[in-house]
């Protein structure tokens, strides 16, 4: 098996943590889930998962000594300071002072005074009103710059944090984190950054949300496949829709057993099974006029299979194995083969009927063309009648 189908396995097989973090936006714990879930299927293809698993573990705990370490400037501009809007908002704060004093003496003095003073308080408050305006703007600025470093400081270097945990953390509304983040985005200070869907999660790695959207489409796939196959099992009988939820139910104990053999040709031979079940449960579903033909399937034989093939899973993983066990393995795996041409039998008598038909058309239309001088060798003999009668009038002709 290739790289590429120990990654789709791999990645089949975790499918339901894949929904839990696009349905909540929390992929703390997604790279950890997957690292377990996926351990068995990396055996074969430690390189091509390796990366995969890596990608949402993050990037704080790399432990790829071939890769190069992070560097903080390739997803975040540098730092800012908010030394200088800070000074702004004091000079203003002061000169609003000074000049809101001003303006109140000038407009105390225009009632009782000349009419000068009247232009000197309009000339004061406008001042004082630019100055005000520069306390908000300098507090303003440097809040907002006091956060970006916060996010800088947060976001790197896992990459990726729900939207709300950061706003918890500066103290301001999600609705409020968004916009700001967004604007860090557009203005480039975040130069790797992404939302998902939502807005809910911040992901800054270009190689991180290009993982992300890979899982949204999979995910999206997945969804659409478990509404159709739901759609198409409601239009059927309760107890055939029933037995179909059972073999789907027996599939699942079988993928989750295959993650725990270590033996290549023995969960090679596991996962055989599984292809050949869930086809022959496809089959059924698209017509159920076969599930007579399932009766024992799916009463002994599906349920001791998968019986046999946790057994297996639990006595390879047992930490000390004796004799009684060894052998017990070894009569597991040599069924596993002829259980799976058993299978595969079944499933081929699906199409019986469908081969006999195929052959009756066959039939029927050969013998279609032949009445009709389409076939070869009538044409044969066509052209050779033809070639005579052609031959016969020349001959005819001359003399």
């Known amino acids: 098996m290739s790289d590429s189908d120990y990654l789709s396995s791999a990645l089949d097989k975790v499918s339901d943590l894949v ?31 390796r990366g995969f698993a890596e990608a949402f ?10 890769k190069p370490a992070l560097n903080i400037n390739d997803y975040f501009a540098p730092e800012k300071s908010s030394i200088g809007p800070k000074i702004a908002a004091v000079i203003g704060a002061a000169g609003a002072f000074l000049f809101g004093m001003t303006t ?29 305006a520069a306390v908000l703007w300098g507090f303003r600025k440097a809040k907002r710059t006091d956060r970006y ?59 991180l949300y290009a993982q992300y959207q890979t899982l949204a489409r999979r995910e999206a ?5 478990r509404y159709a196959r739901e759609q198409a099992e409601s239009a059927i009988d309760p107890e055939i829709r029933d037995m179909l939820e059972s073999g789907h139910t027996f599939l699942a104990e079988l993928d989750r057993a295959d993650d725990r053999i270590r033996d290549e040709n023995v969960r090679g031979n596991v996962l055989r099974m599984e292809e050949i079940i869930r086809k022959i449960l496809e089959e059924v579903q698209k017509r159920p006029d076969l599930a007579p033909k399932l009766a024992m399937f ?29 052998t017990s393995q070894k ?36 013998t279609m063309m032949k009445q009709q001088g389409l076939t070869e060798d009538d044409l044969s003999a066509a052209g050779h009648a033809n070639m005579q009668a052609l031959s016969e009038a020349g001959r005819q002709a001359e003399q």
Not at 104 to 132: K, R
Not at 221 to 225: L, N
Not at 307 to 320: C, F, G, R, S, W
């Open 19 to 49: 929904d839990d973090a696009l349905n909540s936006r929390n992929f703390q714990d997604l790279g950890e889930s997957v690292g377990r879930a996926v351990k068995s299927a990396t055996d074969g293809a430690k390189g091509a998962v």
């Open 57 to 66: 573990t993050g990037n704080e705990e790399r432990q790829d000594t071939k």
């Open 104 to 132: 109140i003496v000038a407009v105390i003095a225009a009632v009782h005074g000349p009419s000068i003073m009247v232009a000197s308080a309009v000339v004061a408050g406008v001042i004082t009103a630019c100055n005000v």
């Open 149 to 207: 470093n916060a996010y800088r400081r947060m976001l790197f270097p896992r990459l990726y944090m729900n939207v709300s945990e950061i706003a918890k953390n500066v103290g301001i509304s999600e609705e409020e984190t968004a916009r700001e983040l967004g604007s860090f985005i557009a203005d480039g200070s975040i130069r790797q950054g992404h939302f998902d869907e939502n807005r809910t999660c911040i992901i800054a790695s270009d190689e």
């Open 221 to 225: 796939e997945e969804k659409k496949k």
């Open 298 to 326: 799916m009463t002994y034989y599906l349920p001791t299979s998968v019986k046999l093939v946790k057994a297996y899973a639990d006595m390879e993983n047992q930490p000390v194995r004796g004799e009684n066990i060894v």
């Open 331 to 366: 009569e597991i795996a040599n069924s596993l083969g002829t259980i799976n041409d058993a299978y595969e039998n079944l499933l081929d008598s699906f199409f019986a009927d469908t081969a006999v038909d195929v052959a009756s058309d066959i039939s029927v239309m050969k």
